[in-house]
């Protein structure tokens, strides 16, 4: 997989930190910053230090190179339409600072066609379970599952519908400690387990009627929150594993991750509305019930295929439900504070 062609400015300068090479930057410290002015103005800055480079929104303290370009410019620059040094020449940018880095800028930066973002051999979370990211997703799914399997069939303890997804929430929790790190998710299903266990051992009879659709309420929290609260939307703890490290905390990455827990959120959410219909309308409880888990399927065919969509050739569908689809952008605005979570349409 390749980077796409058709970003918008900050896109493409955010995109830039893929392409970069630490082994031609050696021990190079600098700060490259981009005053935008045109249809897509703004001011962004890209920091080279250790090997690494980092995209930033805003001013840097001190910039070591200062680029002042309209943003049609140095997008024709990137899509290899213009010659950098030509356009210099011709005054349609301008340069300040140390400008012998704009002679090392080809070096820093690869040409988009020698970039991939698809995972070197055998990445996967750490651990002698030799199981990709997203086979990890369904085994941190695997309590959830047996808990609203269980829960409602007459005659089954709760031991079996509380105790068992604890037991097994806790092994994967302990694993994923002693391995690698637990998930938003996996935390979360030790903690409502450990405390549906403790409210199950009491006897209460509300908790023996609600509290499968109280799980549904809780996963739908989880998902949800992770947009909020997480260093990354949920889903993309799994699905990161199939990618190169650089691109995880790029937008290119996160947004479309947003979009997968978004869905799973509100999944889980019309769940437990589907849950409390079965209650109220008891003639009609079979149906609903079915319908309720069978919600499950269609949500893993959309994890599945919106992310070869949303990384596929042109990335258009990302770019359209991840940055310009109204009912998303103020989603993710909630948690601008944290950077990734602002929309720029």
């Known amino acids: 997989m390749q980077v796409p062609t058709d970003l918008n400015l900050r896109q493409t300068l955010e995109g830039m930190t893929l392409a970069f090479d630490p082994t031609a930057a050696g021990d190079l410290a600098a700060t490259i910053q981009f005053d935008v002015s045109g249809p897509e103005p703004g001011v962004y800055h890209l920091r080279i230090v250790g090997g690494e480079c980092t995209f930033h929104i805003g001013p840097a303290a001190a910039p070591t190179l200062t680029i002042s370009t309209p943003s049609d410019i140095w997008l024709k620059i990137s899509r290899g339409e213009l010659s950098g040094q030509e356009a210099l020449m011709q005054g349609l940018y301008s340069a300040e600072g140390d400008l012998s880095l704009m002679l090392k800028m080809n070096d820093l930066f690869k040409p988009t066609d020698q970039v991939s973002f698809d995972a070197p051999p055998r990445q996967r979370p750490a651990g002698p379970i030799?199981?990709?990211?997203?086979?990890?997703?369904?085994?941190?799914?695997?309590?959830?599952?047996?808990?609203?399997?269980?829960?409602?069939?007459?005659?089954?303890?709760?031991?079996?519908?509380?105790?068992?997804?604890?037991?097994?929430?806790?092994?994967?929790?302990?694993?994923?400690?002693?391995?690698?790190?637990?998930?938003?998710?996996?935390?979360?299903?030790?903690?409502?387990?450990?405390?549906?266990?403790?409210?199950?051992?009491?006897?209460?009879?509300?908790?023996?009627?609600?509290?499968?659709?109280v799980s549904s309420v809780v996963m739908g929290g989880l998902w949800l929150s992770s947009l909020i609260f997480a260093k990354m939307p949920l889903s993309g703890e799994y699905s990161k594993w199939s990618f190169t490290r650089t691109l995880w905390r790029n937008s290119m990455f996160i947004y479309p991750n947003a979009v997968i827990s978004l869905m799973w959120g509100w999944q889980f959410i019309v769940a437990a509305l589907l849950g409390v219909a079965a209650i109220l309308l008891p003639n009609l409880m079979v149906v609903l019930t079915v319908i309720r888990y069978l919600l499950l399927v269609p949500a893993f065919i959309f994890t599945s295929v919106y992310q070869k969509r949303a990384f596929g050739p042109g990335w258009g569908f990302r770019r359209f439900l991840a940055c310009c689809w109204p009912p998303l952008c103020p989603t993710l605005t909630w948690g601008c504070w944290a950077g990734w979570r602002s929309c720029h349409c």
């Open 130 to 213: 030799s199981l990709s990211g997203m086979a990890w997703m369904t085994v941190a799914f695997l309590p959830w599952i047996i808990h609203w399997v269980t829960f409602d069939i007459p005659g089954v303890s709760h031991w079996i519908s509380v105790g068992l997804p604890l037991l097994l929430s806790a092994l994967i929790v302990g694993y994923r400690l002693i391995f690698d790190k637990p998930t938003w998710m996996e935390w979360g299903g030790l903690g409502f387990f450990a405390l549906a266990g403790g409210i199950a051992l009491t006897g209460n009879d509300g908790y023996a009627v609600w509290g499968s659709i």
